[in-house]
């Protein structure tokens, strides 16, 4: 489409070279009514020339116009959804080998888009967590200790199963002041990823199964709750 305004504005560009070079590039060629035009006063002739310059200035500018709102509307449109974006799973290798992680190690990753947390239990099982606390977002990373196979957040002491992502203990600590804290989240689990070894007998990396859309679903919801709160996209927020 907007290849066709261009063409439209090229003919418009042409169409007005023609007459401008009717009225002046030659003028001893002049069409008798124009001639007319031209003896009655330069007046007149003036003003034609200026209506076809102003007309092909203008079929520029809604040329241009419609060109740019067009690459602005695919671009906008190439990088924001609101659309529900399905879960896509697959194994992701982690660049590490279970036999670097000493048991009770913790190594903090972002798989395509997911922040995770692999480790080994103090039994040296291999594990893999969500990385932020489902209390207030904070990494886990960031201290976290691993007793058995349960894992303490280091901010409030939310404890969780690393096999299964169940809490065990919400927000214990500072005393008073965790327990507070923990008053206004809803309690949750942890989430958890499946996670193996690969290569021959379990000797290459660890990997891990994400939804490889994950960041792209989050990012949608984010824009349609966003946009639904203007009343823009499908105004169900109302
Ligand atoms: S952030 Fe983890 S328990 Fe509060």
Known sequence: MASRFLLAAAGAVMLACCLQAAFVVLPGAQAPALRGARTQGDASFSSLGMTSVAATTAAFGVAAAVARSRKREAKTAAKYTTQTILPSLAWIKTGVKASELKNTELKALTLAGNDVLIGKTEAGALFCVGNLCPHIGTPMSEGADVIGDVIVCPLHGSSFKVTNGELIDWC??????????????????????????????GSGEVEVLVDTNAKKAYEANYWKGLLDAQGKDDGTYY
Do not use: M
């Not at 942890?190 to 690969?198: S, W, Y």
């Open 172 to 201: 214990v600590s500072p005393p008073i002041i965790g327990p507070l804290t923990g008053l206004i989240v809803e309690k949750k689990n942890l989430l958890v990823f499946e996670c193996r070894q690969g290569g021959f007998l």
